[in-house]
């Protein structure tokens, strides 16, 4: 048995996994912009947050991933609690990221951290960092 | 009156000026902070993936140490643990599927279901004690202090953790009223300050710090009041940063909210650790009268 895999397949695998992993409906969003607008970290990124769900439903997953947007995002929610459809980013952030990590791609390695900031960094911030940048 | 308690990691470390004047100001209230014994890191942050169940096993197990003790309450301080805490319980509590699973996980311990409330020490002054009475309780007022309550994320996010409203909190605001302060609101107050970015980006986090620095001084703050080691952190780091690049720019003193406490109630300065702060803090409580007084104790409305 073959299986023919063509772009158009490849496309919904991403959107699939997207929606399984943050049990977001992608559609559900009209592109308001409202998640751009009280982002903190908007200025940081090179597609914005509302363009990132346009992306993703299109299954676009090259764009994403090859975009700083996710590894920019703080997770502190503004656009969660903000969006008027109800929507959480923060969990659509975290599902591309999550598609990332798991390929053992990690975006910080620890022994890069400088000698100073392991020994000055509160716990809480290497815990995190190291659980959202790393597979 | 016994409190169950968890401290995590940073507050035993970094933090001990957010932890340490907590416990003596709770004592000096009529209340023990008492940890809950075998607590383990709650993880730090929440996991957003619907998949990822291991990551909710480390907080779930601090809530069972804590029904293990018959305690229906876990009182929380370091904002990074209450959010953790409290998502994880919330997901104990609704999706009995992933219940099942996490309990059937853990088979070595006592089936859990979401029964120990998470709370913050915000929410315990404010609804166990009461500002009133708090108030009643102060013996050096903070007269002339003007603190901007800087809440951070995690306190109020998601909205179905939020100890307070989410657009407009002003449960620190009335904290400090309590303490005889005068609170400075700014619209910058729940901005955050780039959270665990400091980690990858930290050239990034003097840009977090400027707008929540700067609004907090054009509306007269004098000092930020925090309730997260991060922030602390983020925000000393960033005001430091900025003063060499923006030449004029005075150093802004952080406190946290704990130590503001220990000093309004009249309790030995010590207890605050200000020597583990950014900014300053005693010079400005000087300025005040509030550091030199405070072992002469003065009646509120003396």
Known sequence: MSVTVSPKRLRREFVKKVKELSGQNLQ???????????????????????????????????????????????????????????????????????????????????????????????????????????? | MSLAYYPGCTLKTKARNLEEPAVASMEALGFKLDEIPRWNCCGAVYSLADDDLIHQVAPVRNLIRAKEQGKNELVTLCAFCFNTLKRANLL???????????????????????????????????????????????????????????????????????????????????????????????????????????VSSPDDISEYARPILNSALRHGAEALVLTCPLCDYNLGRGQKELMKKQSGLREMPLFYFTQLLALALGLDPQVCHF????????????????????????????
């Not at chain 1, 998640?35 to 940081?44: D, E, I």
């Not at chain 2, 020597?275 to 409305?301: A, C, D, T, W, Y």
Request: glycine share 6%; with cysteine; charged share 25%.
């Open chain 2, 92 to 198: 104990m509590k609704d999706n009995a599927e992933k219940r099942d699973t996490l309990n059937s996980f853990m088979n070595e311990e006592i089936d859990y279901s979401g029964e120990v409330k998470v709370v913050h020490l915000l929410e315990v002054l404010r609804d166990e004690i009461g500002w009133e009475a708090l108030s009643q309780k102060v013996k050096l007022p903070l007269r002339e202090l003007k603190a901007a309550p800087y809440y951070g994320c995690t306190l109020l996010r998601p909205r179905e953790v939020a100890i307070d409203s989410v657009e407009d909190p002003t449960i620190l605001r009335e904290f400090l009223k309590a303490l005889g302060a005068s609170p400075v609101d700014f619209p910058e107050s729940t901005r955050c300050c780039g959270s665990y970015q400091i």
């Open chain 1, 28 to 135: 559900s969003c009209y592109q308001c912009g409202m998640c751009s607008g009280v982002c903190p970290a908007a200025a940081n990124m090179d597609i914005s947050p509302r363009r990132i769900i346009e992306l993703a439903r299109l299954g676009l997953e090259e764009e994403i991933a090859g975009s700083k947007t996710v590894w920019t995002c703080a997770s502190c929610l503004a656009c969660t609690v903000n969006c008027p459809r109800g929507f959480d980013l923060s969990k659509v952030m975290e599902a591309i990221r999550l598609l990332t990590l798991r390929k053992n791609i990690d975006q910080i390695h620890p022994e890069d951290i400088s000698p100073e900031d392991r020994r000055e960094l509160p716990q809480i911030a290497m815990v995190s960092g190291l659980r959202k940048f790393t597979g």
């Open chain 2, 275 to 302: 020597e583990l702060n950014h900014g300053s803090p005693e010079s400005l409580l000087k300025e005040r009268n509030l550091l030199s007084q405070s072992r002469s104790v003065q009646p509120i409305g003396g």
